[in-house]
C-alpha cells in the first residue's frame, strides 16, 4: 500500500534552514508527481510546492525564492529545502500524492520561533 514518511521538522530561529523528506513507498514513484503541502494552527491546509514527474516544479508564491522542491527516483524520496525561514512558515508540512486518491504523510512539524 501507499505509504509516506515524512521527516526533517524542528525548531529553527528566523532566517535559518530546514531540509524537510518524504519517502515513498507502495508505487512506481517516478511515475508521479509528488507535493508538499502545509497546515497552520486554524488555517486550512495549503499547497506549498509541487514537482512533476517530469521535474517541472511549481510554488505558493509565499515561498517562491526560498524553498527547493526536488526528488531523487533512485531513493523514491522528495525533499523541500527551505531557506529563509519566517515565522509564518510555522505549521506542519505533509507530502502528498495523488494516485486514484489522495494520500497523506503524518505530517513534520516545523517551528520558526527565536
Known amino acids: 500500500q501507499v505509504q509516506l514518511v515524512e521527516s526533517g521538522g524542528g525548531l529553527v530561529q528566523p532566517g535559518g534552514s530546514l531540509r524537510l523528506s518524504c519517502a515513498a513507498s507502495?508505487?512506481?514513484?517516478?511515475?508521479?508527481?509528488m507535493s508538499w503541502y502545509r497546515q497552520a494552527p486554524g488555517n486550512q491546509r495549503e499547497l506549498v510546492a509541487r514537482i512533476t514527474n517530469a521535474d517541472h516544479t511549481n510554488y505558493a508564491d509565499s515561498v517562491k525564492g526560498r524553498f527547493t522542491i526536488s526528488r531523487d527516483n533512485a531513493k523514491n524520496t522528495v525533499y523541500l529545502q527551505m531557506n529563509s525561514l519566517k515565522p509564518e512558515d510555522t505549521a506542519v508540512y505533509y507530502c502528498?500524492?495523488?494516485?486514484?486518491?489522495?494520500?497523506w504523510g503524518q505530517g513534520t512539524q516545523v517551528t520558526i520561533s527565536s
Open positions: 502528498n500524492v495523488f494516485r486514484f486518491r489522495y494520500y
Open positions: 507502495g508505487f512506481t514513484f517516478s511515475n508521479y508527481d
